[in-house]
């Protein structure tokens, strides 16, 4: 049973706004059937640029429901500006918060508010055919999910797909969302190509030591950010033997961090043929 | 205002019956089975009236059933020591549609280095016999298939299944957890070598399961320790689960043909009656084929959290294969397998009732479930006017 809070229950059980808007300025649609949820949204916008009525129509989840309802009742008199700084947070903050695989709905929202602003100025839907589709069971784009990360200073692989549905369904672009996570975090930025040349003929304790120090002065540190660890437990020939700790421990993209990065990492460093493995 | 619980593949109530039968062992009667003195002795032959009556209820010897936490330890227990005891042999073979108690295992076991074949069904939930015998290998160690499916309903032919691996040497599991007290079955006709069963499933209490493992099958116990269950599943037992379990086993005995009569019954009128009133609903699975109790309807347009949550407000209490509720992004991998369409798919809610269902539940969802459909159709942007539906970009 999802916690919901009572406000999202209430715009759940008795939506505002329902319905459709026969002169609307403007229409936004977002999601499909097939996704599970979706939205269209109507804005009437009068000659100031202000919004004088919204309404919705929504197949999905009570919180998809609920969110699109607190997205009109926040935008109704606003000028489409104003209403435009309307975030997906703050349409979570009004309905006293959502659980937090829920967030997509709030997300969905505030899509659907761009893509009907979009409609009215005349542009190309925006922002779903903008960029490269990543997930491709939900359709969503590497905009969307920069975005989402950015906006929500998001941190890990879950909170993308529970923000945007990315990588929820068969799973595999969740190494494009660890790429795209590490690109957006400065901290993690080196995995790009900005490592030093790889010296060539290391004797084995050269080699050891080698990856012992980029470990802890370079890959330690970083995941300690995210309230993790790791600890280099041995080298056996070309397998690094490594432990995580921390949140790293019990999170379940660990095994694409010690892919993604740690042996991305050692390997651009040290020895191409390096394979990283956890110790539990 | 009363609960009307139609979710009983879920779990079930305690059958007051049980619930006394336990009672004593709670408090007065509190003795290990295992200890030496009478106090202890005299719990441990409560025991073995409940291993008799489990025994009775399946059609097998006491001696072949072991008590356990749940229906997950018995699937898990079957699984690893078919492995276990003919290390040479590395490939396992089950279904798409397995509780996860099952499918994550064998997930599990194919990164351990095992292989596995899922086999796959209709758009009805059906098994091809002909697509399992294909998939038998020389080196094929266990054939794991449910007994019927815990979100459609749909009986598997348990029987022919076990006779085919029966016939090419290959041992055999069942996860029995949705049948036992529903459909009527006898170990001694039907040729498995494990089978698993759970007691909140046949109204006893959570947090006690059985298994049955046939005389002279090779087995390797999950759990070590002490010499509970001869060995086969160490850890004190939990004596006031198995006391219940087994009255609840032979409650069930005596209840059967109630099931498959009245409680049939009254999913059948429930079924009808919905699908008269609401356009654009469909049965998923063989209907036919399927357990009495259940029944799982496919409501076009609409998402099935939502349908849960106004539900719930009646005291209604069902289940959903949409993917809201599930916490995964995707509807139920049972759906999937079957090829529900989408638009159907996160419309799907499970009703299981049980013999404390009444006539006027059943009337009361008949009168309010349409009136939700509606509305939440009044509130979706997909209609059926709109002919089918959009092309979906994902």
């Known amino acids: ?146 975005k989402a ?132 | 205002m009363p609960v009307i619980y139609m979710d009983n593949n879920a779990t079930t109530k305690v059958d007051p019956a049980v619930l006394e039968e336990m009672l004593p062992y709670f408090s007065e009667q509190y003795g290990n089975p295992s200890s030496m003195h009478m106090f202890g002795g005299m719990v441990g032959r409560k025991l073995s009236e409940a291993r008799e009556r489990v025994a009775a209820s399946f059609g097998c010897q006491p001696g072949e059933i072991i008590f356990n936490a749940c229906g997950t330890e018995g699937d898990n227990t079957a699984i690893r020591s078919a492995l276990a005891s003919q290390p040479d042999k590395r490939h396992i073979i089950t279904t798409r549609v397995e509780h996860p108690a099952v499918l994550n295992l064998v997930k599990h076991l194919e990164r351990k280095g095992y292989e596995a074949t899922y086999l796959g069904v209709d758009e009805q939930g059906r098994l091809d016999l002909e697509e399992l015998r294909d998939a038998i290998r020389h080196d094929t160690a266990l054939i794991s298939v449910m007994f019927a499916n815990n979100e459609t309903g749909v009986i598997f032919p348990i029987k022919e299944i076990a006779e085919i691996a029966k016939e090419r040497g290959v041992l055999m599991h069942t996860d029995a957890v949705q049948v036992l007290g529903k459909v009527p079955f006898d170990l001694k006709d039907i040729p498995v070598d494990f089978l ?30 002490g010499h509970q269950e ?89 289940s959903s294969g949409s993917a809201c509720t599930s916490g995964s992004l995707e509807p139920s991998h049972v759906l999937r397998a079957m090829g529900v369409p989408f638009t159907y798919a996160h419309g799907s809610i499970r009703f299981s009732l049980s013999r404390f269902n009444t006539e006027a539940d059943v009337d009361l969802v008949v009168a309010e479930l349409p009136k939700i459909i509606h509305r939440l159709r009044e509130i979706s942007p997909f209609k059926r006017t709109e002919g089918e539906a959009p092309a979906c970009t994902c």
Not at chain 1, 52 to 58: E, G, I, P, R
Not at chain 1, 83 to 100: H, R, T, Y
Request: include cysteine.
């Open chain 1, 1 to 146: 049973m999802w916690e919901y809070t009572d406000k999202v229950r209430e715009h759940f059980i008795n939506p505002k706004n329902v319905g459709e808007i026969a002169d609307a300025s403007c229409v936004g649609e977002v999601g499909s059937l097939a996704c599970g949820d979706a939205l269209k949204l109507f804005l009437k916008v009068d000659e100031n640029d202000r919004i004088v009525d919204a309404k919705f129509q929504t197949f999905g989840c009570a919180s998809a429901i609920a969110s699109s309802s607190a997205l009109t009742e926040m935008i109704k008199g606003k000028t489409v500006d104003e209403a435009m700084d309307v975030s997906n947070q703050d349409i979570a903050e009004f309905l006293g918060g959502l659980p937090k695989e829920k967030m997509h709905c709030s997300v969905m929202g505030k899509e659907a508010l761009e893509a009907a602003v979009a409609n009215l100025r005349g542009l190309p839907m925006a922002p779903h055919e903008e960029g490269e589709v990543v997930c491709e069971c939900f359709g969503v784009t590497d905009t969307t999910i920069r």
């Open chain 1, 149 to 280: 990360i950015a906006e929500n200073n998001l941190k890990t692989v879950e909170e993308i797909t529970d923000f945007t549905k990315a990588g929820g369904g068969c799973g595999k672009c969740l190494d494009k969302l660890a790429d795209l996570l590490a690109e957006s975090k400065g901290g993690l930025k080196p995995l790009q190509p900005v490592a030093p040349a790889r010296p060539t003929g290391l004797t084995n304790l050269q080699r050891m030591k080698l990856i012992s120090k980029i470990i802890d002065e370079e890959i330690s540190p970083s995941l300690q950010k995210d309230g993790g660890n790791i600890e280099l437990v041995d080298v056996d020939g070309k397998t690094v033997l490594v432990q995580l700790r921390g949140a790293c421990s019990s999170c379940k993209s660990s095994q694409l961090t010690l892919k993604q990065f740690v042996e991305k990492r050692l390997r651009d460093a040290v020895d191409p043929d390096l394979v990283v493995e956890e110790v539990r």
């Open chain 2, 196 to 225: 698993a069963v759970s007691g909140h499933k046949v109204h006893a209490p959570k947090g006690v399961g059985a298994m049955f493992v046939r005389k002279g099958v090779q087995f390797r116990p999950f759990m070590m320790g």
């Open chain 2, 230 to 318: 001869h060995g086969r599943r160490a850890g004190t037992e939990n004596t006031t689960g198995i006391i219940g379990l087994g009255k609840a086993c032979e409650l069930a005995m005596g209840n059967v043909t109630h099931e498959n009569t009245v409680v049939r019954a009254l999913r059948d009128k429930l079924e009808k009656k919905l699908i008269e009133a609401v356009p654009d609903t469909r049965i998923n699975g063989v209907v036919d084929s399927r357990l009495p109790n259940t029944t799982s309807l496919a409501f076009q347009f609409v998402e099935g959290e939502s349908i849960l949550l106004m539900l719930d407000a009646f005291g209604v209490c069902a």
